[in-house]
């Protein structure tokens, strides 16, 4: 398990993670770099498995200097076998990345001690893990705040008999896409354990970053910050 050696020059340090798939490692992975190049006196560093630090570490080249690296060991299932079960998949990233990302922050200190944790919205456990390390903890949303105002609302679309759903007999895009692995999974998930889990995102002590521009989202920021959510 690998962590980075950092100069005591910093005044802030923060640690980010992403869900472990490209479509949620890139997106973090470019905020950190904006955030590395506007605030050069803040460390950033950037966990991920070993074997996705394998795959970004050719693209990372141009990176900031202050934007570093660390690694956790491969507890989850291969990128090249993840679809075989894509369900399994989620699963082990709920529940077997959080000992190695503690241990790996247990292993800063000071002036290393993060200050702040950065987490995507879909691992859930990143912020009990700072909670019990005193650390502030944001989460990530790594695709439109109207997808969030789904998953926030979902429990919504259950009371009103809108989930489940049958669309096999609609359009044969949506059909295809509905009996994807990739689909199956998140519907599984979301209705598992996304509405329970989103009252801890939407906590008093954490906040939440989405993408995006502001003036194509304005309603539903309207509706969040309703909700006394910190965006």
């Known amino acids: 398990m690998d962590a980075v050696?950092?100069?005591?020059?910093?005044?802030?340090?923060?640690?980010?993670?992403?869900?472990?798939g490209r479509g949620h490692v890139n997106p973090l992975m470019n905020f950190c770099n904006i955030l590395a190049s506007k605030q050069p006196d803040t460390l950033v560093t950037f966990v991920v498995t070993e074997e996705w630090l394998g795959l970004i570490s050719?693209?990372?080249?141009?990176?900031?200097?202050?934007?570093?690296?660390?690694?956790?060991?491969?507890?989850?299932?291969?990128?090249?076998?993840?679809?075989?079960?894509?369900?399994?998949?989620?699963?082990?990233?709920?529940?077997?990345?959080?000992?190695?990302?503690?241990?790996?922050?247990?292993?800063?200190?000071?002036?290393?001690?993060?200050?702040?944790?950065?987490?995507?919205?879909?691992?859930?456990?990143?912020i009990g893990v700072g909670n019990r390390r005193n650390i502030p903890?944001?989460?990530?949303?790594?695709m439109s705040s109207t997808v969030f105002s789904v998953f926030y609302h979902f429990d919504l679309l259950a009371q009103h008999g809108h989930f489940p759903v049958d669309l096999l007999g609609k359009k044969r895009v949506m059909r295809w896409w509905i009996t994807s692995p990739e689909f199956l999974h998140y519907v599984y998930w979301i209705s598992r354990?996304?509405?329970?889990?989103?009252?801890?995102?939407?906590?008093?002590?954490?906040?939440?970053?989405?993408?995006?521009?502001?003036?194509?989202?304005?309603?539903?920021?309207?509706?969040?910050?309703?909700l006394s959510l910190k965006l």
């Not at 050696?5 to 472990?20: D, F, G, M």
């Not at 660390?70 to 894509?86: H, K, T, Y």
């Not at 709920?94 to 950065?118: G, N, S, Y």
């Open 193 to 226: 354990r996304s509405y329970l889990q989103a009252t801890n995102i939407c906590s008093t002590d954490s906040w939440i970053l989405f993408r995006g521009f502001l003036r194509h989202s304005t309603s539903y920021f309207r509706q969040f910050m309703s």
């Open 58 to 126: 050719s693209s990372s080249n141009n990176s900031p200097s202050n934007l570093q690296f660390g690694s956790i060991p491969n507890v989850i299932p291969s990128e090249l076998v993840r679809n075989a079960d894509p369900i399994g998949f989620v699963g082990a990233a709920l529940t077997k990345m959080e000992a190695p990302f503690e241990e790996l922050l247990d292993r800063f200190r000071q002036p290393l001690r993060p200050t702040l944790i950065v987490t995507d919205a879909f691992l859930f456990w990143a």
């Open 5 to 20: 050696t950092a100069k005591p020059t910093y005044s802030s340090h923060v640690v980010a993670i992403p869900y472990p």
């Open 137 to 142: 903890v944001a989460s990530f949303f790594p």
